[in-house]
T-cell receptor, first 115, second 111 residues
Framework: DVKVTQSSRYLVKRTGEKVFLECVQDMDHENMFWYRQDPGLGLRLIYFSYDVKMKEKGDIPEGYSVSREKKERFSLILESASTNQTSMYLC??????????????FGPGTRLTVL | SQQGEEDPQALSIQEGENATMNCSYKTSINNLQWYRQNSGRGLVHLILIRSNEREKHSGRLRVTLDTSKKSSSLLITASRAADTASYFCATNSGNTGKLIFGQGTTLQVKP
């Protein structure tokens, strides 16, 4: 079974802090994704990565950056956390198959609170 | 951008009843997927239906797709209390793995 793990289930940070959210998958998937989930807004894509050292902006990349130095790990970085980044953050991975007829596998999520 | 819109936003039924959730989308798609999310947890993939398919079954799940109306429905038959969760549709377009999620339907199944 595919396993996607996230470094923390709950995280509390202060405004202005640099925050790292880590995601690791164990199935050699090429594609990885970071979403945030907010009530009434569903899941919104922040960044995604097709493969190692590759990254693409999603729908809401402002205030975030990412790093993919190894295939199994995709990190989301909040350079200077703000209160409006309080949210549930979900990581997902997917095997790159053509055509794109396969699902994403999600981690358990990190609930981040910025005070 | 949100492509999928789900209806209803919330649904409450008794155990044993059927639950139907609907999803509408705006652009042409390769496939449409349904995911379940238990409270405060990650999403779990349920079923995928391709754009050239009209109906698909998996256990107690039945998914239909009407590309002319740009809509899909998820039917859960003989619901159980364990089916209580939020359900999301997600569409895939183009040749990437990107998904666009709807806002979800919250289902409560009362024992």
């Amino acid at each position: 079974d595919v396993k996607v793990t996230q470094s923390s289930r709950y995280l509390v940070k202060r405004t202005g802090e640099k925050v790292f959210l880590e995601c690791v998958q164990d199935m050699d998937h090429e594609n990885m994704f970071w979403y945030r989930q907010d009530p009434g807004l569903g899941l919104r894509l922040i960044y995604f990565s097709y493969d190692v050292k590759m990254k693409e902006k999603g729908d809401i990349p402002e205030g975030y950056s990412v790093s993919r130095e190894k295939k199994e790990r995709f990190s989301l970085i909040l350079e200077s956390a703000s209160t409006n980044q309080t949210s549930m953050y979900l990581c997902a991975s997917r095997a790159r198959l053509l055509p794109a007829y396969n699902e994403q596998f999600f981690g358990p999520g990190t609930r981040l609170t910025v005070l | 951008s949100q492509q999928g819109e789900e209806d209803p936003q919330a649904l409450s039924i008794q155990e044993g009843e059927n639950a139907t959730m609907n999803c509408s989308y705006k652009t042409s798609i390769n496939n449409l997927q349904w995911y379940r999310q238990n409270s405060g947890r990650g999403l779990v993939h349920l079923i995928l239906i391709r754009s050239n398919e009209r109906e698909k079954h998996s256990g107690r799940l039945r998914v239909t797709l009407d590309t002319s109306k740009k809509s899909s429905s998820l039917l859960i038959t003989a619901s159980r209390a364990a089916d209580t969760a939020s359900y999301f549709c997600a569409t895939n377009s183009g040749n990437t793995g990107k998904l666009i999620f709807g806002q979800g339907t919250t289902l409560q199944v009362k024992p």
